[in-house]
């Protein structure tokens, strides 16, 4: 499965951004798909993680302001982030697994993020 992902930008702190992910098949038989994001000097974090049931999972960090959903019929899961900080400028990546334990399986190419003050 190949992901790609797309929607990044520069943005001033308040603003939005909706990412997406597209897989290259179905995403039906996808466990989970999520999002996470590397900053500059940072390690890779989970910004925020979604089943095939629907449930999600968020940073702390992000609770409240991120919205992760997906959409089986377009094999595409979202990210909308609204209320940007400046501290969210990274390298957004989108990832999945087929199964609902052990690492990531597949992984897109990031897409930046930058949040101007």
């Known amino acids: 499965v190949q992901l790609e992902a797309s929607g990044g930008g520069l943005v001033q702190a308040g603003g939005s951004l909706r990412l997406s992910c597209v897989a290259s098949?179905?995403?039906?038989?996808?466990?989970?798909m999520g999002w996470y994001r590397q900053a500059p000097g940072k390690q890779r974090e989970l910004v925020a993680a979604?089943?095939?049931?629907?449930?999600?999972n968020y940073a702390d960090s992000v609770k409240g302001r991120f919205t992760i959903s997906r959409d089986n019929a377009k094999n595409t899961v979202y990210l909308q982030m609204n209320s940007l900080k400046p501290t969210d400028t990274a390298v957004y990546y989108c990832?999945?697994?087929?199964?609902?334990?052990?690492?990531?399986?597949?992984w897109g190419k990031g897409t930046l993020v930058t949040v101007s003050s």
């Open positions: 990832a999945a697994r087929k199964e609902p334990y052990g690492g990531m399986d597949y």
């Open positions: 098949e179905s995403i039906d038989s996808i466990s989970d």
């Open positions: 979604i089943t095939s049931g629907g449930s999600t």
